[in-house]
């Protein structure tokens, strides 16, 4: 494909190609996008149904699109689906989550939780047939094994898990935030470098048949905006 590339301040540029919406559209496809997203719930009972790796590979680049600071994209997807390496994370992570919900937890963080019925099974990090676990890398690294600086890695990190999140429930599957406290134990299990720290973990997969989800119910506009 021939790019209209024009060279700014030495840097090569490529035009933008905005598509173009009325405004009617662009109202309708905000709402839209809204309404559909408002549909979103955190899921804690997966089918194990398996997923087409093609799926998780155009969700991750989707994830991959988001903004990071200077562009360093400082982050790595690790994908697990064996059966084996799945066990030994549903293990440390409940030994882990054991030692949060009798002690490390006080009182109003487990009475906070308790309407969303958490505790410390974990299940779904055996059932689902994905699980996607998010490191930040807190530096680069280049072929010669340099230190390279990356910038905003937390806020990177995280827009890039908002894409994700997203980019699942736009597939029609479902996921949650699982983030076992400690998460250290997942660095040496996946062998991942020194540069890299766990960050998320996301189970992907269908739901389970006929389940049910606390009845939350989200801010109000006027609760979440302030007009200036
Ligand atoms: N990490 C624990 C506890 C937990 C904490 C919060 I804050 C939640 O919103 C949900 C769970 C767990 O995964 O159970």
């Known amino acids: 494909m021939n790019k209209d590339i024009k060279i700014i301040e030495g840097h090569p540029h490529v035009r933008y190609n905005a598509k173009s919406y009325t405004e009617y559209e662009v109202i309708t496809k905000a709402k839209a996008y809204f309404e559909d997203m408002d549909l979103r719930r955190s899921v804690r009972e997966f089918s194990d149904k398996p997923i087409p790796k093609e799926v998780i590979e155009a969700i991750i680049k989707t994830a991959s699109t988001a903004p990071s600071g200077a562009h360093k994209q400082p982050w790595k997807f690790c994908v697990v689906s064996s059966k084996a390496i799945k066990k030994q994370i549903r293990k440390a992570a409940e030994e882990e989550e054991m030692a949060s919900y009798d002690g490390r937890m006080n009182e109003e963080w487990l009475k906070d939780l308790k309407p969303l019925g958490t505790d410390h099974n974990k299940p779904f990090l055996e059932i689902a047939p994905y699980l996607i676990i998010v490191f930040k890398q807190t530096y680069g ?65 269908y739901p389970a048949d006929e389940i049910y989800v606390p009845d939350i119910k989200r801010k109000e506009l006027e609760g979440v905006v302030v007009y200036y």
């Open 141 to 205: 690294l280049d072929n010669e094994g340099n230190k390279k600086q990356h910038y905003y890695v937390n806020e990177s990190v995280g827009l890039a898990c908002g894409f994700l999140i997203s980019a699942i429930h736009q597939a029609g599957l479902v996921t949650l935030t699982h983030t076992p406290s400690p998460m250290n134990f997942l660095t040496k299990l996946l062998d991942r470098p020194v540069n890299e720290k766990p960050f998320l973990l996301l189970p992907v997969g």
